[in-house]
């Protein structure tokens, strides 16, 4: 094992040092060199490349085990739990990546990640969306310090096999590591053009069009659900909303499992009401992105917002179809949010469609937007959930008309705390004032949920990303806190265990209160309190894990320890039952023992026979 931990620490010392090599052994990187092509690239670009991710996550955790094993990991084994049930190891590995490779870059009067794209013809709106998907720090740091292969989904139909999500990481790469000042996304471009070939070609389509398709591939492809069961959708009656939302995440959480819905996925509640017997259906479902409508009234972004959730009536070829007439009628319905997500992606409805489905007309209406300390608080009905406040860090702008139009981006750059305007191959550093000048031109807005204190840079205010799992209610968004730092190491068999009990002195008790707190975290509709926990190794947390993501369960001794009768609770009831049996309830005479007593009844009884 020393040897292992003496490799691990090799290859990541390497990584702080400029110009070195990080593979454990010069030899296997000649040979990786000399047997895949990178198109043509410098070997400086290759070097990069392979730099990217060449510690895997299977090192990191063996590392782990070494150190825990040597007494050196005993104060990581707090938040060791904790990092596996967030993508916090991901972002440390991406950052070492990243600041082992910086030398080489190609500009060193910009930061990392400001970098152009080619414009491939008309293609100014894929390049538009790759610079504000590339500023998403969890995104990105997943497929540069991650080892995004093994969770790449080969058996889902509705995915590409990993062939999108592959050409996606490798552009990433590029941008973030590369050597020239701006990346050719031909190879992304063509396993797009596969996924959705309304993209294959070169003609100018919709920035918000590809980023839904885009993020539903990369969805696919990353699928942690191989065996996706069948589950209706349940109509709820508004009795019990918060219990019925976290029951249709669960189920949705059975088929859909992956890296983009822990980041872009919330959840709305929508109500129809007949309008003739006044019956009324909730439902409870998952967005990835706010599609918010313009009018001429509309002056900011809130404006749109309230016209998005107010009531609106749904007649003639909309009619709502009532389960309780058996037919269709006329309906109101009404959409809220119930929770949002840490990357909230908005799209201001600018471009309006004819029946044929081609754009007719443009709203170039100017909507003033947050860029800091958005408070969505009033807005979101759940009451469970991470204070929804805000920051603006990306922006996909269109300018022009319908048949000359251009798209560009502004994004904030994790470094430098910078924003920075990309146009295609182009890019320069502007202040943050430059929204002002963008209020008619913006269309899709990224904001980060911010978790920190508002006097701190933005990108340090990034969001606690949680890698969600059927088996985890405590990593769901419907159970979180306002404080991540509140959240406790969760182990499933605590929430019953004698520690939780302790826990809970002084708030009723938690077994006949139908309100009760271990009711309600059985039911997770509540997050569990900080408590003390004994340390798990990570070797058998990582098994853990893997066996909660595949929806498996697997035996707690402290669960089997609860099942058993501790002998004081023996020795009273034995104590009872002896009592009972010696008291007047079953015999005249206490004195008497039970066996006594029965051999003088059969004895009374038979006297009684002859005598008759």
């Not at 889902?156 to 999500?165: I, V």
């Not at 909303?241 to 959840?267: H, M, P, T």
């Not at 006097?455 to 968004?477: E, F, G, H, K, T």
């Amino acid at each position: 094992m020393g040897n292992v931990s003496t490799r691990i620490k090799r290859k990541l010392s390497r990584r702080r040092k400029s110009g070195e090599d990080i593979e454990s052994s010069s030899e296997d990187y000649h040979e990786t060199q000399q047997t895949e092509e990178t198109n043509g690239e410098s070997p400086a670009i290759k070097q990069s490349l392979y730099r990217v991710g060449s510690v895997s996550d299977d090192d990191l955790r063996e590392l782990d085990l070494v150190n825990s094993n040597s007494g050196e990991g005993s104060e990581r084994e707090g938040s060791q739990r904790a990092r596996t049930s967030t993508y916090g190891n991901v972002r440390d590995a991406a950052m070492m990546n990243l600041s082992a490779v910086e030398p080489s870059k190609h500009d060193q009067s910009v930061p990392m990640g400001v970098i152009g794209l080619k414009n491939l013809g008309n293609t100014c709106f894929i390049n538009s969306s790759l610079q504000c998907l590339s500023a998403t720090i969890p995104l990105t740091d997943y497929f540069l310090g991650f080892d995004y292969r093994s969770e790449i989904n080969k058996e889902n139909f509705l995915g590409t096999g990993g062939k999108l999500a592959t050409a996606y990481a490798e552009l990433m790469k590029k941008m973030w590591v590369g050597t020239n000042s701006s990346v050719h996304p031909g190879e992304f471009k063509s396993q797009l053009g596969t996924f959705a070939p309304q993209f294959d070609g070169y003609r100018q389509h919709d920035s918000q069009e590809l980023l839904a398709f885009l993020l539903d591939g990369i969805h696919e492809d990353l699928n942690r659900v191989k065996n996706r069961p069948y589950i209706e959708d349940k109509d709820c009656d508004g009795k019990s909303d918060e219990k019925d939302a976290i029951e249709s995440w669960k189920n949705y959480l059975q088929r859909n499992k992956s890296l983009v819905v822990d980041l872009f996925q919330g959840q709305l509640k929508n109500t129809c009401t007949c309008l003739t017997c006044g019956h009324k259906n909730i439902r409870f479902e998952p967005f990835m992105y706010l599609s918010l409508p313009i009018n001429r009234k509309c002056r900011s972004i809130e404006d749109c917002m309230k016209i998005y959730l107010q009531e609106e009536t749904l007649t003639g070829m909309n009619q709502w179809y009532c389960s309780k007439c058996k037919e269709h009628r006329d309906a109101t319905k009404k959409t809220d949010f119930w929770i949002l997500p840490p990357i909230l992606i908005v799209h201001l409805k600018r471009f309006k469609y004819d029946e044929t489905g081609q754009v007719g007309s443009k709203n170039e209406q100017p909507i003033q937007y947050p860029v800091s300390q958005w408070d969505l608080k009033s807005k979101v009905k759940s009451r469970g959930t991470i204070y929804p406040k805000y920051d603006l860090y990306a922006v996909s702008n269109h300018m022009g008309g319908l048949g000359g139009g251009h798209y560009t981006a502004l994004a904030l750059n994790r470094f430098d705390d910078q924003w920075y305007e990309f146009n295609d191959s182009s890019y320069r550093s502007v202040d943050a004032s430059v929204h002002r000048d963008h209020h008619k031109t913006a269309y899709v807005l990224f904001y980060n949920r911010s978790e920190g204190d508002s006097n701190m840079p933005l990108n340090d205010r990034a969001p606690v990303i949680r890698r969600q799992s059927v088996s985890r209610p405590d990593l769901w968004p419907h159970t979180q806190v306002d404080d991540p730092s509140q959240i406790r190491a969760f182990r499933r068999s605590r929430a019953y265990s004698g520690e939780y009990k302790s826990g809970l002195k002084g708030m009723g008790s938690p077994l006949q209160s139908p309100n009760s707190p271990r009711r309600a975290a059985r039911a997770g509709t509540m997050s569990i309190p900080q408590l003390p926990i004994s340390p798990v190794s990570p070797r058998r947390q990582s098994r853990i894990d893997k066996l909660l993501d595949e929806g498996e369960e697997k035996p707690s001794s402290e669960r089997k320890k609860e099942r058993r009768k501790s002998p004081k609770d023996k020795s009273n009831r034995q104590h009872y039952r002896r009592s009972r049996s010696r008291s007047g309830d079953y015999s005249r005479n206490s004195s008497r023992s039970g066996s006594e007593e029965r051999a003088s009844n059969k004895l009374r009884k038979g006297k009684k026979k002859k005598e008759r």
